[in-house]
């Protein structure tokens, strides 16, 4: 993971942020790896997400307590579309080979819902794409993970 | 303009609205459509395999988590104000004082260095223990059970005796796993197993009550350790049952204490109480 800037901040805000937003690291990690298909690519993703929002943090306070999940999942999929020309090694695992003919436009929606559990509205906000868009790839992911020879 | 799900062809929308309608949370006509679908031969079943398709997806990403110093640099993005001028302060002060006393300063640098090093020794001793998530690994395996409790369950076994004595001579459990001494009547215990998560190992019984779709499923997990290591919740006291309470968005968990060194929680989709009340009622060990 990349050495991190510090950002001194206000107390309130620090409560916030290990509170409210690195309590969900391991489902940011999650959605890195399944965009990313390599264990590096989503360590270098967490640490880029956590970066923006640590750098952002005062303008979540009235947001974070329960909404937290989808600020990260739109900071994550943000930073990855802002840098995905970087290159990583890819993963072996069977959740690796399982994602990997999917779009990572699918796969996001795939996390977002069936994974982080957001609702269908709030993962096409966090996601920028429209409703429809939403449904078409998450039943395109929901479809070939179904008819995949890849057992998770 | 707002988007119709009739926008979709049929196999879109069957698939996009799955979650929705296993959630029972689809308005009445897309709810009708998709009930039509699912009777047509194509994709009959198709509710049951995604099921078990996101439980498993689901369990697979658990193995994804972040180390213990991966979660420090994380924490350390951000650092409250105080903190960095208190820092500055010092750097400031061994600075003016370098040239008189370089030699303190190079054996301070060194005992910081070596109380680094066991601190670091001390933290990834620690590691393990720590990386174990009873509630976030318990909710999982407790949906997982319920989704298809047979592939789960080592020992199916109808018969609470054959159970306790399953984990009592499991191999290797180094705490006495917890078995309800007598559930109520309309309950009865479907089998047992032992999870082992390698940093921790978690005994697991399955308890059902009726038949079909109105089939209702609880679990007791159990495992060493103590009540403060699961987050701090308020303690709640049923006749003398002391219990923490936590809930996620479909199950509550009731954690107790029934011996020194065992945390026990009782996993389900009933209420707090009413999972409470069922602790209290199978008159298991009290604390």
């Known amino acids: 993971m990349a050495t991190p800037a510090k950002h001194p901040i206000d107390e309130s805000l620090v409560a916030i942020y290990e509170e409210h937003f690195l309590t969900h690291a391991d489902m940011v990690y999650r959605l890195a790896f399944a965009l990313t298909l390599s264990l590096d690519g989503a360590r270098h993703f967490v640490g880029e997400t956590y970066k923006a929002i640590a750098a952002n943090l005062p303008k979540y306070v009235d947001t974070a307590e329960g909404g937290a999940s989808g600020i990260l999942i739109e900071t994550c999929w943000r930073v990855f579309n802002e840098h995905k020309g970087n290159a990583f090694s890819g993963g072996q695992s069977a959740v690796a080979k399982a994602l990997q003919p999917l779009a990572t436009s699918a796969r996001a929606a795939l996390v977002a819902i069936d994974v982080a559990g957001l609702d269908a509205a709030s993962a096409a906000r966090v996601l920028q794409i429209s409703d429809k868009d939403l449904r078409v790839h998450l039943a395109h992911a929901r479809r070939t993970l179904l008819s995949s020879s890849v057992q998770l | ?287």
């Open chain 2, 1 to 287: 303009m707002a988007f119709s799900p009739t926008e979709l062809n049929n196999a879109d929308l069957l698939y996009g609205y799955l979650d929705e309608y296993l959630d029972g949370e689809l308005t009445p006509d897309i709810l009708a459509k998709m009930e039509s679908l699912l009777q047509t031969p194509e994709f009959v079943g198709l509710a049951d395999r995604f099921q078990s398709l996101r439980g498993k997806l689901q369990l697979a990403m658990q193995s994804y988590y972040l180390k213990e110093e991966e979660l420090a640099v994380l924490s350390a993005l951000v650092v409250p104000q105080g903190d960095k001028q208190k820092a500055e302060a010092t750097s400031i002060e061994v600075l003016s004082r370098s040239n008189t006393h370089s030699v303190y300063l190079r054996a301070g640098v060194l005992i910081l260095l070596l109380a680094a090093i066991s601190g670091s020794i001390w933290k990834f001793g620690r590691t393990k223990e720590q990386r174990f998530k009873p509630l976030e690994y318990l909710g999982y395996e407790a949906q997982a059970m319920d989704e298809d409790a047979q592939e789960r369950l080592n020992l199916p076994s109808h018969d609470a005796k054959e159970v306790r004595q399953y984990l009592e001579t499991y191999p290797g459990l180094e705490f006495k796993a917890q078995v309800l001494r007598s559930v109520p009547a309309d309950w009865q215990v479907e089998g047992a197993t032992v999870i082992d998560y390698e940093v921790a190992k978690v005994a697991a019984v399955l308890y059902e009550r009726g038949k079909g779709k109105s089939k209702e499923k609880f679990f007791y997990f159990s495992f060493a350790g103590g009540l403060s290591d699961l987050p701090a919740a308020e303690a709640g006291n049923m006749r003398g049952l002391i219990y923490q309470t936590y809930t996620s968005n479909e199950l509550n968990f009731v954690a107790w204490q029934p011996v020194a060194g065992v945390v026990a929680i009782l996993v389900g989709r009933h209420s707090a109480p009413d999972l409470a009340d069922i602790l209290l009622t199978s008159r298991a060990p009290k604390n």
